[in-house]
């Protein structure tokens, strides 16, 4: 289950450097345990998205993407302490 985890989040940050304009050996070297699982997917990304014009997002992928920040951002807060006494004490005087 973690590697497909692992391998979701490998693939949904290749198709954001992509989008972003990175190339697709570029992509491919951040991720060299996944080379052979993603190579063949993202190679179909790229035509799909160059036979729709290169202005084209897919609509799942920003979906995804922006499922995988708000629960990045919900982690991050959870996770974040609290403020100290003397920030808390600051805020209450100001």
């Not at 993407?65 to 990045?72: A, D, G, K, M, P």
Request: proline content about 6%.
């Amino acid at each position: 289950m973690i590697r497909n985890e692992e391998l979701n989040r490998a693939f949904e940050d290749c198709l954001a450097r992509l989008q972003h304009g990175a190339s697709l050996e570029e992509v491919l070297q951040k991720y060299p345990e996944w080379k052979e699982e993603l190579h063949p997917v993202l190679e179909a990304m790229l035509a799909l998205w160059e036979s729709r014009g290169s202005d084209t997002v897919p609509v799942a992928a920003m979906r995804r993407s922006r499922e995988h920040l708000l629960e990045e951002a919900q982690r991050r807060r959870a996770v974040e302490p609290p403020p100290s006494f003397w920030v808390r004490w600051l805020r209450k005087t100001s």
